[in-house]
């Protein structure tokens, strides 16, 4: 019997009950950070181009367009909504599996907008379902190629057909068979690879939004009866083979109700690739510490695994110069130098009137990077040495092994908070201060909420 078999019964017999009081919290914070993320994405223009052509098209007004309030079909908002999500680059992350909120959460609304009884209970064991088997699909695959972070892959489009359409089967009641059906469903439908990250094109935003939409479009057909294969993670044709190079089919079941990968989701401090957080901490200590200003400084170093730096700095004339805020996000340079002159990473530090600022370029021509070869090429966890030269000396320092954000270095929750409000006033529709606290206040007791709904109209 195929994995999918087990993932869909855990899946349909989740309660809230089972999951640990670590796992609600850590949901409610996401979906906080996944609310903020989306307010501050309405305002990214590829964001705008396509929400303008979804209106255009039109539709059955079934649910919402956060921040625009249009009322487009549940398939084409739930995208759009995901879109919007991982715009900014600044949404949660899990080390194996990619960016996991944006993949379930407007699934599970547009199910909210249109089942008209869906409780902030049923909601969080939703999405912890879909969170669940998105993160065990990416710790569970191995990656095609080794040292790319998600092996040539766009996980978050690839594997989100199946974790929004678990969250939307699991709030649809499907029964065994046609919630298989509405993986094979899926399983066809799944795509999305890493080439738009690295030529910095539009498509690496809309891919979550792909996702969702096929995930999405799955159940509702699957519910009228089409049929999809069952057997969609092993074999020769299964998503193991077929677009990685094997799948645990053992381990990607283990532990299923008792251990939850998604406790490994992490959240991110800063407004760009995950990959480059350590080098930012690091930089932010010492310009902190000793108070370094941008004009004293000569060069800056950096060492990383060849991952990072493939990814990050190579090529250096490239991501030393930067056109558009993808092409700054995936720049090692850019976003150190901001740290530097801004001393901090958002939204606002990687915007269009940041982009023409000459002193950033400028110090980004001073910042270096080579590979230690002394760690193995996909490494992300090793400490490494960063050296600011200014006029003043050398100042020295080193990354943490793990991540700020990440389980066991988690952010304050006061900081998420100070991020959410951060974001949310990038709205491209300004929203109100008392609109924001009680949107706030409502997710963070989420599990006393009726109707979901009420989150639904705080967004819009």
């Known amino acids: ?21 670590e796992a609600v919290d850590l ?29 255009e098209w039109g ?62 209970r049923v909601f969080l064991t939703a999405a912890a379902a ?50 298989l059906d509405a993986m094979g469903l899926a399983y066809h439908q799944a795509a999305g690879t890493g080439l738009s990250a690295l030529e910095h094109a539009d498509t690496k935003i809309l891919g ?22 069952h057997n969609v993670l092993e074999g020769d044709y299964g998503l193991g083979l077929m677009y990685h190079n094997g799948c645990d089919a053992k381990g990607i079941t283990a532990g299923l109700g008792k251990d939850f990968e998604l406790l490994n989701i992490g959240f991110k401090p800063f407004s760009s690739c995950r990959l ?20 004293e400084v000569q060069s800056v170093h950096i060492r990383g695994s060849k991952r990072v730096i493939e990814q990050l700095y190579d090529p250096a004339e490239s991501t030393k110069n930067p056109d558009c805020r993808t092409a700054a996000v995936f720049s090692l340079p850019w976003v150190v130098s901001s740290m530097i002159l801004r001393r901090k990473v958002g939204v606002a530090e990687l915007s269009e009137e940041a982009l023409a600022d000459r002193a950033v370029h400028a110090l980004a ?32 320092g080193m990354t943490q092994s793990i991540a700020l954000g990440d389980r066991g270095n988690r952010i304050p929750q006061d900081e998420l908070i100070e991020k959410y409000y951060d974001n949310a006033s990038f709205c491209v529709k300004a929203l109100s201060s008392e609109t924001k606290k009680i949107l706030l206040e409502t997710i963070r007791h989420l599990e006393e909420v009726a109707d979901m709904r009420e989150i639904v109209k705080l967004l819009s």
């Not at 993320?37 to 929400?51: E, F, K, M, Q």
């Not at 059955?60 to 487009?72: H, I, R, S």
């Not at 480059?276 to 004009?295: C, F, M, Q, S, Y």
Request: net charge neutral; glycine share 8%; hydrophobic share 40%.
């Open 59 to 120: 539709g059955k007004p079934e649910c919402t367009v956060f921040a625009y309030g249009t009322k487009l079909p549940s398939i084409h908002a739930a995208l759009l909504n995901s879109a919007m999500g991982f715009a900014m680059d600044y949404d949660d992350t899990h080390m194996q599996g990619g960016h996991i909120g944006v993949t379930v959460f407007p699934a599970a609304l547009a199910l909210s907008e249109l089942n008209r009884a869906v409780s902030g």
């Open 365 to 396: 021509q001073r910042v270096f990077a080579e590979v230690d070869e002394s760690v193995d090429p996909a490494d992300h966890a090793t400490p490494m040495p960063v050296v600011i030269k200014t006029l003043r000396g050398e100042f020295k």
């Open 1 to 21: 019997m195929d994995a999918i078999h087990k993932l869909v019964s855990f899946a349909r017999n989740l309660r809230y009950e089972d999951l640990p009081q």
């Open 27 to 55: 949901i409610k914070q996401d979906f906080l950070d996944y609310c903020g993320n989306t307010l501050a994405g309405s305002s990214d223009p590829s964001v705008r181009r396509t929400i303008e052509q979804y209106t």
């Open 208 to 229: 979550p939004g792909f996702g969702t939409r096929n995930g999405l479009t799955s159940v509702f057909l699957a519910k009228r009866g089409v049929t999809g294969a």
């Open 276 to 295: 480059g957080h350590r080098t930012l901490v690091a930089v932010r200590e010492l310009v902190l510490a000793n108070d370094i200003k941008p004009e």
């Open 130 to 179: 879909g969170m669940e088997i998105i993160c065990r699909l990416g710790v569970y695959n191995t990656r095609r190629v080794p040292r790319h972070i998600f092996g040539g892959w766009c996980y978050q489009a690839l594997h989100a057909s199946f974790s929004s359409a678990v969250t939307a089967g699991k709030l649809m009641n499907l029964d065994q068979k046609t919630f």
